[in-house]
């Protein structure tokens, strides 16, 4: 039996890439997974081969977030686990940071990690039981630079974690995230990003490229009732990149 038996977990961002593999190992731990991401047609096929359900949606969109929610509930009548991995990761200069982009960015890695988190909240509450897991990024330590907005939202998706764990902890929910390092997804490998994988290695502990597999097992134990002790933290997986 895995340790998502009868759990209903909502995996944002799980097209393709670190949600995708997330997605995979929720079900493998016997979690129903809702897909959704704003690529329509990716989630409809990883839902279809995950033997879940899809909603295609944009997270920095009030309603579009609401209606995730709303969707699973009809579905399955329950929502046990958010595990929020929805995000635009660029590599842009911050000279040619202009404000447009800049809360582009904000808006959806940030804004959408507050709007998802509040629209799981009330079923969660209801039920007393609710387990939060954002991806938030070992950049933010690293200070990497071309990746200034991200950074700056992914200190605020720990940030919102932290209070959340505060404010929900009576309510029975845990708040967590995860900051991976640098992973061979499918955006990173499409973006100049491709070209850092070598460096990074040669400043790890673990002297190998990491893989969108290697994201999923410590998401999956947030996402469990395994993880009932455990609340407000940032799980730092990086083959050792930063060591805290």
Do not use: C
């Not at 039996?1 to 393709?16: C, F, I, P, S, Y």
């Not at 933010?140 to 959340?164: C, D, E, H």
């Not at 002297?207 to 947030?222: K, S, T």
């Amino acid at each position: 039996m895995g340790k998502l038996e009868n759990r209903v977990a909502v995996v944002t961002g799980a097209a393709q890439g670190i949600g995708r593999a997330i997605a995979d190992k929720l079900v493998e731990e016997g979690a129903a997974v809702v897909v959704a991401d704003l690529n329509g047609e990716g989630a409809e096929r990883a839902a279809q081969e995950l033997g879940g359900s899809a909603v295609q949606a944009d997270v920095s969109q009030e309603a579009d977030a609401q209606r995730i929610v709303d969707a699973t509930l009809a579905l399955h009548g329950r929502l046990d686990v958010l595990v929020h991995a929805a995000a635009i990761v660029p590599f842009v200069p911050w000279d040619d940071v202009d404000f447009a982009f800049w809360r582009k960015i904000i808006s959806v890695n940030l804004d959408g990690t507050y709007l998802i988190g509040r629209a799981v909240e009330k079923p969660m509450r209801e039920a007393g039981y609710g387990r939060i897991v954002n991806i938030a990024s070992n950049s933010f330590f690293a200070g990497t630079p071309n990746m200034g907005p991200y950074l700056a939202a992914k200190g605020g998706v720990i940030g919102l974690t932290r209070a959340q764990a505060t404010e929900l902890g009576k309510h029975g929910i845990t708040a967590n995230a995860i900051a991976p390092g640098i992973i061979r997804s499918e955006g990173a490998l499409a973006s100049p990003h491709k070209d850092s994988f070598d460096f990074v290695q040669s400043l790890q502990a673990l002297p190998r490229h990491g893989e969108p597999q290697d994201i999923a097992p410590a998401a999956a134990f947030l996402a469990s009732e395994e993880s009932g002790w455990v609340t407000g933290q940032t799980l730092v997986v990086d083959a050792g990149h930063v060591r805290n």
